[in-house]
C-alpha cells in the first residue's frame, strides 16, 4: 500500500519531458520512494540535493532555518502574487512565471529583495459605479438649475420693476418696434441737479443721441444750455433753452409735460424728429457711477474752475477750486460730476469754460458710463447700479426700447458724430433785454440749424 505521503518521482520514462523537480527538502533527509505496486524503487535523493550518491543534482545552499524565536510564516504558493500599497510584488524566493516575465537579473541588476511598505488586504475596495457617477452628476446639475432659476426669477422680478419705475410704458412693451428699424431714432437727454442744487431742475445737459438701428450708425448732438427761445412755445415770451424744463414740468411734479415740451422745442431747433426724451439727475447718476466702481475718462484738456462747495447754497456758499490734467484718470462719482458740469474756468485752457465744452465733457461721461455698465465686470454690482439708476432717470421710452437702444448704439466707432452746436458753426454770442448772456444762431436765423446737422450726422 502506498503512502499518500510519499513524493512521486519520475522515472526514466519521464526524462527530458521538461518537469521542474519538487522543491528541495532539508539536507539531512532522504526519502524512499515505492513503485505503484508498493515495490522498492532504486532510491533517490531529491531531498538531499548534496548527497554523494547525487553527482548530477545542482548544487544549492541549504535553506536557513527559522529562528527559534520568530513566529511561524506561512509559505507563499510558488505563483502567488499579490499587491501591496496598490504595487505588485513577488514574494522571496518565487519568480512569476510565464514567458512574458524575463527570468533572471535584468539590465538593471538582481531583484532588489522584498520589503514589506504596507499591510496586505484581500478585501476589495468599494469603487463608484459608472451609474452612481451618472446620479450624482445629475443631481449637481439640477441643483444648478434650481439656483439659476431662482437668482434669473429674481433678477427678472427686479428688472420689470425698475422698468416700470422709470418709465411711463410698461417694461416690455415697444413704440420702435423693438429697434428693427432702418429709421433714425432719436433721444433726447435732459440734465439737472436735481433737489438740493440752485436752479434745481435747470437742464444744464441738452443732449440728443441719434442712431439707426439697422447699421448702429450713432450722433451725439449737443445743444448750449443759454441758447435764447421762446417760452413756452409758440409765445412772445423768451428764456434760456435750459428754463423750458422746470416750467412745463413745474419743477419735476410733472416730469411727462416737461420732457415733452423740451422734445418738441429741440425738434425745431435741430430739424430731428425726437419722440423720445430721458432725464437725468446728476445726483443720482454720481451714485450710479459709484456703484459701478468709478469710470476712466481721458481729459482731452487741463483746466482749473471754481466749484460750488455744496450743491446747495443756503448750505454753504463757498466755493471750491478743482483742477483736472491732460490724460487718463480713473474719477469717482463726485469727480466725474464736476469735470461734467465745471463752468467758471480760472487757469489753463480757458475754452473749457464755455457751454460748448461742458457739452463735450459731458458725452465723454455718459459715454464711460454706458460702458462700464455694459461691461461684464459690472454685472456683479447690478443691483446696487438698478437701485442708483432708478433715482437718477426717468423716460418716456419702455425698458425694452431702452435697454435695445442703449445695446445697439455705438459710440467707439471712429466715425460715430459728435456734433456740438457752437460759435464755430452755427452760433453766436448776444445778450437779452435784461442784461443775460446768451446763444443764439447766426443772424438770429434758426434755419440756418437743422441743415448743419444733417450735413454732419453719421448716415
Known amino acids: 500500500m502506498s503512502n499518500k505521503f510519499n513524493f512521486y518521482t519520475p522515472d526514466a520514462g519521464d526524462a527530458g519531458q521538461g518537469m521542474p523537480p519538487y522543491p528541495p527538502q532539508p539536507a539531512s ?3 524512499l520512494v515505492l513503485g505503484r505496486n508498493g515495490a522498492q524503487q532504486q532510491p533517490t535523493y531529491q531531498g538531499n540535493p548534496g548527497h554523494p550518491q547525487a553527482p548530477h543534482a545542482p548544487q544549492q545552499p541549504p535553506r536557513p532555518q527559522q529562528p527559534p524565536h520568530q513566529p511561524y510564516q506561512p509559505q507563499t504558493p510558488p505563483n502567488y502574487q499579490g499587491r501591496v500599497n496598490n504595487q505588485a510584488y513577488t514574494p522571496p524566493g518565487h519568480q512569476p512565471q510565464g514567458p512574458h516575465v524575463p527570468q533572471g537579473p535584468g539590465p538593471q541588476g538582481p531583484q532588489a529583495p522584498y520589503k514589506q511598505v504596507g499591510t496586505f488586504s484581500s478585501k476589495p475596495k468599494r469603487r463608484t459605479t459608472r451609474k452612481q457617477r451618472r446620479q450624482i452628476g445629475c443631481l449637481a446639475t439640477i441643483v444648478i438649475v434650481v ?9 427678472i422680478s427686479r428688472v420689470l420693476g425698475f422698468g416700470t419705475a422709470i418709465s411711463t410704458q410698461p417694461p416690455l412693451s415697444t413704440q420702435t418696434g423693438y429697434m428693427t428699424t432702418s429709421n433714425r431714432t432719436n433721444l433726447l437727454v435732459l440734465g439737472y441737479g436735481g433737489s438740493g442744487h440752485d436752479g434745481a431742475y435747470l437742464t444744464d445737459s441738452i443732449m440728443v443721441i441719434s442712431m439707426i438701428p439697422s447699421t448702429q450708425h450713432t450722433s451725439l448732438v449737443s445743444v448750449p444750455r443759454d441758447l435764447w427761445v421762446t417760452n413756452p412755445p409758440g409765445s412772445s415770451n423768451y428764456s ?21 415740451a423740451m422734445a418738441q422745442k429741440i425738434s425745431v431747433v435741430t430739424g430731428l424728429d425726437v419722440k423720445n426724451w430721458m ?26 474752475a471754481n466749484y460750488p462747495a455744496n450743491d446747495d447754497p443756503s448750505i454753504n456758499a463757498a466755493w471750491k477750486t478743482i483742477s483736472f490734467t491732460k490724460g487718463q484718470q480713473h474719477m469717482d462719482g463726485e469727480t466725474a460730476i464736476e469735470y461734467a458740469r465745471a463752468r467758471e474756468v480760472t487757469g489753463g485752457d480757458m475754452a473749457e469754460g464755455t457751454d460748448f465744452a461742458r457739452s463735450i465733457r459731458q458725452q465723454i461721461i455718459v459715454k464711460a458710463a454706458l460702458a462700464k455698465i455694459k461691461s461684464i465686470s459690472s454685472w456683479p454690482y447690478l443691483y446696487s447700479a438698478m437701485d442708483a439708476l432708478q433715482k437718477a432717470i426717468y423716460t418716456n421710452m419702455s425698458l425694452a426700447d431702452l435697454g435695445l437702444f442703449s445695446t445697439k448704439m455705438n459710440l467707439n466707432d471712429p466715425h460715430t458724430a459728435r456734433i456740438g452746436l457752437s460759435t464755430a458753426n452755427v ?31 453719421y448716415q
Open 29 to 31: 533527509q532522504g526519502k
Open 240 to 260: 434760456k433753452i435750459n428754463a423750458i424744463y422746470p416750467d412745463a414740468s413745474n419743477n419735476n411734479q410733472n416730469p411727462v409735460q416737461g420732457g415733452d
Open 147 to 155: 439656483v439659476v432659476v431662482i437668482f434669473a426669477f429674481n433678477t
Open 427 to 457: 452760433m453766436a454770442f448776444s445778450t437779452s433785454s435784461d442784461g443775460q448772456s446768451i446763444v443764439i444762431p447766426q443772424n438770429d436765423d434758426f434755419s440756418i440749424i437743422p441743415p448743419y446737422v444733417k450735413s454732419k450726422l
Open 279 to 304: 432725464t437725468i439727475n446728476f445726483t443720482g447718476f454720481r451714485d450710479l457711477i459709484n456703484s459701478i466702481g468709478g469710470v476712466d475718462i481721458y481729459v482731452q484738456n487741463s483746466f482749473t
